[in-house]
């Protein structure tokens, strides 16, 4: 073997060269902003090594060929590199804000025949778009009716289709339940057996999209509150920066938007928001 070949990660079902994975994560990149730096490489074989064997290959190059080839099976490709970990109320004090300072007036505009849209824009599994719509409701089951019945939806959108699918059917594992807030999870969730189902109403109340937040997003209303958590940490610096100019572009004036507890906002959008809370920003009324 000379200088000029490439070497194979030893001790792998399938080869697997450095250079494939630098085609990997320059493609991943190109289509999805997420970075991977070489110390996911064997994240990478590890998530792909499963599509190569069922696509009968014999190694990853001739997997790479095809995803260059076949937009489908990249996107499958693509999917597998996203990381879906979520919970019911994760970060809970963006919810305990949420109530306390965002609610009120939502619920005075519903009130007065006015409309709130939200979004989740990496909503994954569906556990944070029920979770904003069972803090917009509240415990008491027949406000929660009145409110429901207003003016009012939720957008949760993802990169993968197949996480939007568990979303859309609102089951979970019943030990997830104890995420939720008793009060809440009486009013909004039944348990039966092993299975955790979140109640139609709330179902209604979220719609679930597949959206890359690079490419170009067919909402054409503002949001009142964004949530976009967990997701920035994937991206470099540039991709970060351009998200959040998107992100408050598309906030109503006053609105609000809520990103990880390890995220930052920058560049321009740091200039027309402000923060009120531990990683809750509010965009400057017009």
């Given amino acids: ?54 696509r009968g290959l014999r190694d990853f190059a001739s997997y790479i060929d095809l995803i260059r080839r076949d937009p489908a099976e990249r996107q499958r490709a693509i999917e597998a590199m996203t990381t ?7 970060e809970d004090h963006h919810f305990r804000q949420f109530e306390r300072d965002v609610r009120p007036g939502l619920i005075e505009r519903l009130d007065a025949g006015g409309k709130v ?25 027949v406000e929660g009716r009145v409110i429901a019945g207003a003016d009012v939806a939720i957008l949760g959108t993802d990169l993968s289709g197949a996480v939007l699918d568990v979303a859309r059917r609102g089951h979970y594992p019943a030990a997830l339940s104890q995420d939720v807030p008793l009060d809440l999870r009486q009013t909004w969730t039944r348990v039966s057996g092993g299975t955790m189902a979140v109640a139609p109403m709330l179902r209604d109340l979220v719609r679930y999209r597949r959206l890359n937040l690079l490419n170009a997003w067919p909402m054409r209303g503002r949001f ?41 906002i920058g560049g321009e959008a740091a200039r027309r928001l402000r923060a009120i809370g531990q990683t809750v920003y509010r965009k400057d009324a017009a």
């Fill in 1 to 54: 073997m000379n200088d000029m070949t490439p070497r194979s990660f030893d001790g792998r079902e399938y080869p697997y060269t450095p250079q494939d994975f630098a085609a990997v994560s320059a493609m991943v990149h190109a289509h999805s902003g997420i970075c991977l730096p070489q110390t996911k490489t064997m994240l990478v074989y590890s998530r792909l090594a499963k599509l190569v064997r069922e």
């Fill in 84 to 90: 879906n970990h979520t919970k019911f109320f994760r």
């Fill in 117 to 141: 849209r939200m979004w989740c824009a990496a909503a994954s599994t569906g556990e944070e778009p029920y979770s904003l719509a069972m803090s917009l409701l509240g415990p008491d089951p």
């Fill in 224 to 264: 009142d509150v964004i949530f976009c958590r967990n997701v920035m940490i994937y991206f470099d610096e540039p991709t970060r920066e351009r998200l959040v100019q998107r992100l408050v572009d598309q906030l109503a004036p006053g609105g609000h938007l809520y990103i990880g507890h390890s995220e930052r």
